[in-house]
């Protein structure tokens, strides 16, 4: 199946091991069966890495070079949105606002990744049951914190906001959902 790949890791990504993949084409993805997971997961949509303030400047200018396009702000971050999906680099000053309770556990690292959910209520009962703290973000997110998902914060984000690209979903503050 064809497919588009970029690989890098060692001194050239220095926040770890990347790779950058497209989507196979539609009619490959329709063949495929078991698609369906309980969380509604649909599709990974963001990548999120956080950077030491005084990088942000140098990981958007490798970035731009990488993904061959420029980034917008976002208040302190900058986002370069791809087709269907975008890169978020956040200065780690802001990390804690965009992600409640976040910490990067060394600069650069990829902090948190975001999946489009058809139902973000549905998600959001069927972690509580599964016993997974879930916080909101003030863009309507919601997410697992890294130290209840294997080290980074997952994002679910529900479809019909995954595309909605003008829209923050970084450095506006969130409030605290778990479950007591």
Do not use: K
Not at 57 to 71: H, Q, S, W
Not at 119 to 136: I, K, Q, Y
Not at 164 to 177: C, L, M, P, V
Request: one cysteine or more; hydrophobic letters at 45%; proline letters at 7%.
């Amino acid at each position: 199946m064809p497919i588009r790949l970029l690989e890098m890791d060692g001194e050239a990504a220095p926040e770890g091991r990347l790779a950058m993949a497209e989507n196979p084409p539609l009619e490959v993805l329709r063949a495929q069966r078991h698609l369906e997971h309980p969380n509604g997961a649909l599709e990974l949509v963001e990548a999120v890495l956080c950077v030491a303030d005084t990088e942000v400047e140098d990981f958007e200018r490798r970035y731009a070079r990488y993904l061959a396009r420029p980034a917008r702000s976002d208040g302190p971050a900058r986002v370069f949105e791809l087709d269907e999906a975008r890169v978020t680099i956040i200065p780690n000053s802001g990390l804690a606002t965009a992600l409640p309770g976040e910490q990067a556990p060394a600069l650069p690292a990829f902090v948190a990744y975001a999946v489009a959910v058809r139902d973000l209520e549905a998600t959001r009962a069927l972690l509580h049951e599964n016993g997974f703290p879930v916080m909101s973000t003030a863009g309507g997110d919601i997410f697992v914190p890294a130290t209840a998902a294997l080290g980074a914060a997952v994002i679910f984000r529900e479809r019909s906001r995954s595309s909605e690209s003008d829209e923050a979903h970084q450095g506006r503050g969130a409030s605290d959902d778990r479950i007591s």
